[in-house]
């Protein structure tokens, strides 16, 4: 009787497992992977608007007709979108059209085949929000693209203008003073002596994009037009802000007075009641704008997004129109490589701000450009400042107030430009002013301030009256911003007077602006020559990258300078001249071609070789910053500020740091290339901080070598790198319309653990925060990682912190809050001859967000690394290791496998190449030590590296038993189908597929229980079937 029961048993286990599997199957949700900082899921639309560019301008009409007459009739998944503004009546470039969100790859492929289709863009979207700031009775918050984590819908955008009450503690001397003579800005720059010759902006077409302005505002004289580009039906301004701006370029009340007061206002109206605009209008307000032949345009907005080409493209075009365009530099001061597209460019006359007292405004965006990073140095801006603090314009309907912010400043200048542009006689005005020609006079007529640098301030404050007296006698030429470089003039000249040159250093690289006023468009006739001044001045050795065509008005040509070695023991002063010939095709009436010679000054300071442990490299090269990717912020405490995009370069978020590392007197230089383009030999320490990208194998064998055999030291500061938590922190773009996800951690930690094992060091991905004490010193460690792996005999640090990794968050949700454990966060370990110090944490470092800075750290590790001193406390027994830390490597960071890294890396997918920014003699080879076109720069006395083969090691150091040939992403080769079945876009993060996967796995092991339980059975018929013809033969 037993065995019935038994039978029924597995038969009812079977079906009950098999009626789970099929229930979890059927209605387990999938977990929500957003991040916590969005909303939950993506708004689920129908359609998307896209804007498809085309190569020539027609009628909208006809590109539609293109369209539908070139794609494939069956397609029915796409409308087009018709435009009714006044740019509708005029030939355009683009369309927008509407795609079915289901049939979007497919329609944008087909429309991208088409020979008179440029591309196929996603329309994004623009938002002002909180662009008037406070108002008199409240105080509001500065607010950009983000705010507590969560990303706002619109494009992304930095906060512009705020009201008189924020900073208050400047405020009551601030209003002091416009209470007293400096009531009107005007005034300052001394525009009455220009009205009193007549000149008050008559006759120039001023653009304002702003939003908008009321008919009837008694304080303009001459609104000429007003155009709606949102979709509100509506001309006026209900918010403010254009208003404003407008009155400060053209205003006539006596209590809020504008420059130009007879100017012509065509007010664009690009922004919604609620603050939002899409490109789709601004490309066509742009269009109108050059269509209607505008003189000066204003636009106070801006962001860090550079790459957003549809708009960036149409201001090119806008300039080479012969539109001058004033633009604010951007609100995120006081830090450094917090430039605002399209200020940013060298066609636009890129504003900042300052206060009644010529300080540059905490508020105001500084240098440099970061388009060039990291390959390349970047450009000075802002152009020029002018007072952007507590400054009065116009109200909606009536009366004045106060706004502060480069938003403000932006329109004082364009004020400025519109009084200027009338000085020229009407029917002279195409021929002399452009946007080159009009930032000449503007940047060559500025009054330098003492105190900031250039990166702060440009050419300086703008001087009316000084540019007045430059345009008087314009003739059209070609010239170079900055014009003078001079290492005695400091800080001015910073970070350049900051540092000596020497010789047997990576080259300094200084970019300059090159500005044509002679024509759109220019040509270099020959190659930029250096003329020394003396016989001393012949040590120094100038290589020029530049543009070959100047368009629109502007190119660059960027110095590349070296000491030649016989200059090692040389200490003074190099003085001498760069010319460049520029030439551009005649202008009107004319037959011969306009030629002009640029020139710029140099006064360089030149020192001895310093001592070799007294010289650090800084690796640039392997940085990855926003955009193009969505790299995250490295503290996950900011949550109002989540990308990284401030350049992650020396002279940007860490120029305190570069500042405090030459008071101590070091020499740091910047490595913008691989790191087989350096010699090991003349440097104390290289300096790996913060780093997203990956390395070549190439790279990982000489690193390897330089430590083990050449006497080159390490010092490392990472951060943190958790997939499950880049996994939390995507959300959905509504501009775009696609999944925002990390690229990498706040460091690429898998890549550092490639490069560093061969050392025997890994780090883990655990993300830990609080604070801790280190010789008396109190430091917070900010989403910083820990150290997973580290070799015995080192010295490694441990303190309590709280793990808020996803692992983490778990864990202390298991043990109840219990205390913080003990991580292991800073190591130091002598390698041979070499030495090798890491931490988990820059934002010790890092300007941008820091709470508490580790500089006097930094110092004892250089100490270490570079001069083998070793501090007590660092070096105390207790923490030494008897044994090898170690994690298994499989528990280590992984890689996520489900993105195309190579679309934001320089290694990934990338050949390996010595670039400009390398010594003269490696410049468009693999480096030292590796073949080459068939030859191999070697140094005398460097060992080659045989690629073949391991890396012998003389050292008393156990390197991991040899270099480790690391195949990044074989883990993930083996799981990549996970993510081609995760159903998400080509960034949708990696997560282990639980939500389908384990309730799978639970249905085939109810299968596979009920066809064992068959099998039984089956085996039991045929025994008894067997037993019974056995009896039956018996009988």
Same mark, same amino acid.
């Given at each position: 009787?037993?065995?019935?029961?038994?039978?029924?048993?597995?038969?009812?286990?079977?079906?009950?497992?098999?009626?789970?599997?099929?229930?979890?199957?059927?209605?387990?949700?999938?977990?929500?992977?957003? $991040?916590?900082?969005?909303?939950?899921?993506?708004?689920?639309?129908?359609?998307?608007?896209?804007?498809?560019?085309?190569?020539?301008?027609?009628?909208?009409?006809?590109?539609?007709?293109?369209?539908?007459?070139?794609?494939?009739?069956?397609?029915?998944?796409?409308? =087009?979108?018709?435009?009714?503004?006044?740019?509708?009546?005029?030939?355009?470039?683009?369309?927008?059209?509407?795609?079915?969100?289901?049939?979007?790859?497919?329609?944008?492929?087909?429309?991208?085949?088409?020979?008179?289709?440029?591309?196929?863009?996603?329309?994004?979207?623009?938002?002002?929000?909180?662009?008037?700031?406070?108002?008199?009775?409240?105080?509001? #918050?500065? @607010?950009?693209?983000?705010?507590?984590?969560?990303?706002?819908?619109?494009?992304?955008?930095?906060?512009?203008?705020?009201?008189?009450?924020?900073?208050?503690?400047?405020?009551?001397?601030?209003?002091?003073?416009?209470?007293?003579?400096?009531?009107?800005?005007?005034?300052?720059?001394? !525009?009455? !002596?220009?009205?009193?010759?007549?000149?008050?902006?008559?006759?120039?077409?001023?653009?304002?994009?702003?939003?908008?302005?009321?008919?009837?505002?008694?304080?303009?004289?001459?609104?000429? #037009?007003?155009?709606?580009?949102?979709?509100?039906?509506?001309?006026?301004?209900?918010?403010?802000?254009?208003?404003?701006?407008?009155?400060?370029?053209?205003?006539?009340?006596? #209590?809020?007075?504008?420059?130009?007061?007879?100017?012509?206002?065509?007010?664009?109206?690009?922004?919604?009641?609620?603050?939002?605009?899409?490109?789709?209008?601004?490309?066509?307000?742009?269009?109108?704008?050059?269509?209607?032949?505008?003189?000066?345009?204003?636009?106070?907005?801006?962001?860090?997004?550079?790459?957003?080409?549809?708009?960036?493209?149409?201001?090119?075009?806008?300039?080479?129109?012969?539109? @001058?365009?004033?633009?604010?530099?951007?609100?995120?001061?006081?830090?450094?490589?917090?430039?605002?597209?399209?200020?940013?460019?060298?066609?636009?006359?890129?504003?900042?701000?300052?206060?009644?007292?010529?300080?540059?405004?905490?508020?105001?965006?500084?240098?440099?450009?970061?388009?060039?990073?990291?390959?390349?140095?970047?450009?000075?801006?802002?152009?020029?400042?002018?007072?952007?603090?507590?400054?009065?314009?116009?109200?909606?309907?009536?009366?004045?107030?106060?706004?502060?912010?480069?938003?403000?400043?932006?329109?004082?200048? !364009?004020?400025?430009?519109?009084?200027?542009?009338?000085?020229?006689?009407?029917?002279?005005?195409?021929?002399?002013?452009?946007?080159?020609?009009?930032?000449?006079?503007?940047?060559?007529?500025?009054?330098?301030?003492?105190?900031?640098?250039?990166?702060?301030?440009?050419?300086?404050?703008?001087?009316?009256? #000084?540019?007045?007296?430059?345009?008087?006698?314009?003739?059209?030429?070609?010239?170079?911003?900055?014009?003078?470089?001079?290492?005695?003039?400091?800080?001015?000249?910073?970070?350049?007077?900051?540092?000596?040159?020497?010789?047997?250093?990576?080259?300094?690289?200084?970019?300059?602006?090159?500005?044509?006023?002679?024509?759109?468009?220019?040509?270099?006739?020959?190659?930029?020559?250096?003329?020394?001044?003396?016989?001393?001045?012949?040590?120094?050795? @100038?290589?020029?990258?530049?543009?070959?065509?100047? =368009?629109?008005?502007?190119?660059?040509?960027?110095?590349?300078?070296?000491?030649? +070695?016989?200059?090692?023991?040389?200490?003074?002063?190099?003085?001498?001249?760069?010319?460049?010939?520029?030439?551009?095709?005649?202008?009107?009436?004319?037959?011969?071609?306009?030629?002009?010679?640029?020139?710029? $000054?140099?006064?360089?300071?030149?020192?001895?070789?310093?001592?070799?442990?007294?010289?650090?490299?800084?690796? $640039?090269?392997?940085?990855?910053?926003?955009?193009?990717?969505?790299?995250?912020?490295?503290?996950?405490?900011?949550?109002?500020?989540?990308?990284?995009?401030?350049?992650?370069?020396?002279?940007?978020?860490?120029?305190?740091?570069?500042?405090?590392?030459?008071?101590?007197?070091?020499?740091?230089?910047?490595?913008?290339?691989?790191?087989?383009?350096?010699?090991?030999?003349?440097?104390?320490?290289?300096?790996?901080?913060?780093?997203?990208? +990956?390395?070549?194998?190439?790279?990982?064998?000489?690193?390897?070598?330089?430590?083990?055999?050449?006497?080159?030291?390490?010092?490392?500061?990472?951060?943190?790198?958790?997939?499950?938590?880049?996994?939390?922190?995507?959300?959905? %773009?509504?501009?775009?319309?696609?999944?925002?996800?990390?690229?990498?951690?706040?460091?690429?930690?898998?890549?550092?653990?490639?490069?560093?094992?061969?050392?025997?060091?890994?780090?883990?991905?655990?993300?830990?925060?609080?604070?801790?004490?280190?010789? %008396?010193?109190?430091?917070?460690?900010?989403?910083?990682?820990?150290?997973?792996?580290?070799?015995?005999?080192?010295?490694?640090?441990?303190?309590?912190?709280?793990?808020?990794?996803?692992?983490?968050?778990?864990?202390?949700?298991?043990?109840?809050?219990?205390?913080?454990?003990?991580?292991?966060?800073?190591?130091? &370990?002598?390698?041979?001859?070499?030495?090798? !110090?890491?931490?988990?944490?820059?934002?010790?470092?890092?300007?941008?967000?820091?709470?508490?800075?580790?500089?006097?750290?930094?110092?004892?590790?250089?100490?270490?690394?570079?001069?083998?001193?070793?501090?007590?406390?660092?070096?105390?027994?207790?923490?030494? $290791?008897?044994?090898?830390?170690?994690?298994? %490597?499989?528990?280590?960071?992984?890689?996520?496998?489900?993105?195309?890294?190579?679309?934001?890396?320089?290694?990934?997918?990338?050949?390996?190449?010595?670039?400009?920014?390398?010594?003269?003699?490696?410049?468009?080879?693999?480096?030292?030590?590796?073949? &080459?076109?068939?030859?191999?720069?070697?140094?005398?006395?460097?060992?080659?590296?045989?690629?073949?083969?391991?890396?012998?090691?003389?050292?008393?150091?156990?390197?991991?038993?040899?270099?480790?040939?690391?195949?990044?992403?074989?883990?993930?080769?083996?799981?990549?189908?996970?993510?081609?079945?995760?159903?998400? %876009?080509?960034?949708?993060?990696?997560?282990?597929?639980?939500? =389908?996967?384990?309730?799978?796995?639970?249905?085939?092991?109810?299968?596979?229980?009920? @066809?064992?339980?068959?099998?039984?059975?089956?085996?039991?018929?045929?025994?008894?079937?067997?037993?019974?013809?056995?009896?039956?033969?018996?009988?």
């Amino acid at each position: 009787m037993n065995i019935p029961k038994f039978k029924v048993t597995i038969f009812s286990f079977s079906l009950i497992t098999l009626l789970i599997s099929v229930l979890l199957v059927h209605f387990t949700k999938p977990p929500n992977y957003n $991040q916590t900082l969005t909303s939950n899921s993506p708004p689920q639309l129908a359609r998307t608007n896209y804007i498809v560019r085309f190569i020539e301008y027609k009628h909208a009409q006809h590109h539609k007709q293109y369209l539908e007459h070139n794609t494939n009739k069956k397609f029915k998944t796409w409308q =087009w979108i018709h435009r009714n503004n006044p740019a509708s009546k005029f030939p355009t470039d683009f369309g927008v059209i509407a795609i079915d969100n289901d049939a979007m790859n497919s329609i944008i492929k087909e429309f991208e085949k088409l020979e008179l289709v440029k591309d196929v863009r996603v329309d994004s979207s623009y938002q002002l929000r909180n662009l008037l700031g406070g108002n008199e009775k409240q105080k509001e #918050e500065r @607010i950009g693209a983000f705010s507590d984590g969560k990303k706002r819908p619109g494009k992304i955008f930095t906060s512009i203008s705020f009201g008189e009450n924020e900073d208050a503690n400047q405020t009551i001397e601030l209003k002091r003073q416009l209470l007293a003579d400096r009531s009107q800005v005007t005034s300052l720059f001394g !525009a009455d !002596a220009l009205w009193s010759k007549g000149y008050t902006g008559a006759k120039v077409k001023m653009a304002i994009f702003d939003t908008g302005i009321r008919s009837d505002h008694p304080h303009f004289r001459n609104i000429k #037009e007003r155009t709606n580009w949102t979709n509100e039906d509506t001309l006026n301004d209900n918010l403010g802000h254009g208003t404003f701006v407008a009155g400060v370029i053209a205003s006539e009340n006596a #209590e809020c007075l504008g420059f130009a007061p007879d100017t012509e206002i065509y007010a664009f109206r690009v922004f919604t009641d609620a603050q939002v605009s899409y490109t789709s209008w601004f490309l066509d307000a742009f269009n109108y704008a050059i269509a209607s032949e505008m003189d000066v345009l204003n636009l106070s907005i801006g962001g860090p997004d550079y790459l957003d080409l549809p708009f960036v493209e149409k201001v090119l075009e806008l300039t080479a129109s012969n539109i @001058i365009m004033v633009s604010a530099i951007g609100n995120d001061g006081p830090l450094y490589g917090t430039l605002n597209n399209p200020a940013d460019q060298s066609d636009v006359i890129g504003v900042g701000g300052i206060d009644y007292n010529d300080h540059i405004a905490s508020f105001s965006s500084r240098g440099m450009s970061t388009w060039e990073i990291p390959h390349g140095y970047g450009r000075v801006k802002p152009d020029v400042v002018a007072y952007g603090r507590e400054i009065m314009g116009s109200k909606i309907s009536t009366g004045c107030k106060t706004l502060s912010g480069t938003s403000v400043a932006s329109p004082v200048v !364009a004020g400025v430009v519109c009084l200027l542009v009338s000085v020229v006689p009407e029917s002279d005005r195409k021929q002399i002013l452009n946007p080159a020609s009009m930032k000449q006079a503007l940047v060559e007529g500025a009054a330098k301030l003492s105190g900031p640098n250039m990166y702060e301030q440009g050419a300086g404050r703008v001087d009316l009256l #000084e540019s007045y007296e430059i345009l008087k006698s314009y003739k059209p030429r070609a010239s170079i911003f900055p014009s003078v470089l001079d290492y005695t003039d400091c800080p001015y000249s910073w970070p350049f007077c900051k540092q000596p040159l020497y010789a047997d250093a990576m080259p300094v690289l200084f970019n300059t602006t090159v500005l044509n006023g002679m024509g759109v468009i220019g040509y270099v006739e020959s190659r930029p020559v250096w003329h020394p001044s003396n016989e001393e001045s012949n040590l120094l050795s @100038i290589h020029f990258t530049y543009s070959d065509v100047i =368009w629109p008005w502007t190119g660059y040509l960027a110095l590349h300078m070296q000491i030649k +070695e016989e200059g090692a023991q040389f200490e003074g002063e190099i003085e001498g001249n760069v010319t460049v010939k520029i030439y551009s095709p005649p202008g009107l009436g004319e037959k011969s071609f306009r030629h002009s010679t640029c020139v710029l $000054q140099l006064k360089l300071k030149v020192i001895p070789t310093p001592p070799r442990s007294m010289r650090i490299l800084w690796d $640039q090269f392997h940085s990855i910053k926003y955009p193009p990717g969505y790299i995250p912020r490295d503290s996950l405490d900011v949550r109002n500020d989540i990308l990284d995009w401030h350049g992650d370069h020396l002279h940007t978020n860490y120029h305190i740091m570069f500042n405090m590392l030459r008071d101590a007197g070091y020499y740091i230089e910047t490595l913008g290339s691989p790191l087989t383009c350096f010699d090991a030999r003349e440097y104390g320490t290289l300096m790996l901080v913060d780093l997203e990208d +990956e390395y070549f194998e190439e790279e990982i064998q000489k690193l390897r070598d330089d430590v083990v055999n050449t006497g080159l030291s390490l010092i490392v500061f990472a951060d943190w790198y958790n997939v499950d938590t880049m996994v939390k922190m995507r959300f959905f %773009d509504d501009n775009t319309r696609s999944w925002w996800t990390p690229v990498t951690g706040g460091a690429n930690v898998p890549a550092l653990n490639d490069l560093l094992a061969p050392f025997g060091i890994a780090f883990g991905d655990k993300i830990l925060n609080g604070d801790f004490n280190l010789n %008396d010193e109190l430091i917070r460690y900010a989403s910083g990682t820990n150290i997973a792996k580290f070799p015995g005999g080192g010295y490694v640090h441990r303190f309590p912190f709280y793990d808020s990794s996803e692992s983490g968050a778990t864990h202390s949700f298991l043990t109840s809050g219990s205390d913080n454990a003990y991580s292991a966060i800073l190591g130091l &370990v002598e390698v041979g001859g070499s030495r090798i !110090a890491v931490y988990g944490d820059s934002n010790c470092l890092d300007s941008s967000h820091m709470v508490t800075n580790c500089y006097w750290l930094l110092r004892k590790m250089l100490e270490f690394t570079g001069r083998n001193m070793k501090d007590p406390i660092l070096f105390s027994y207790s923490v030494k $290791q008897k044994t090898s830390l170690h994690q298994d %490597d499989h528990q280590l960071p992984s890689r996520r496998t489900d993105l195309n890294f190579s679309t934001y890396s320089s290694v990934a997918g990338k050949e390996l190449m010595c670039g400009s920014d390398s010594r003269f003699d490696v410049w468009g080879t693999k480096g030292y030590g590796l073949h &080459v076109r068939g030859r191999n720069r070697r140094l005398p006395g460097y060992k080659a590296i045989d690629l073949g083969r391991g890396l012998n090691s003389s050292s008393s150091f156990d390197v991991s038993s040899g270099l480790k040939t690391h195949e990044k992403n074989t883990e993930g080769n083996s799981n990549r189908f996970l993510g081609l079945l995760y159903g998400d %876009d080509l960034d949708a993060p990696f997560v282990f597929p639980s939500h =389908w996967l384990v309730p799978a796995a639970a249905v085939v092991l109810g299968i596979l229980v009920m @066809i064992n339980f068959w099998r039984i059975r089956q085996k039991r018929r045929r025994r008894r079937k067997g037993s019974t013809s056995n009896r039956y033969t018996n009988v």
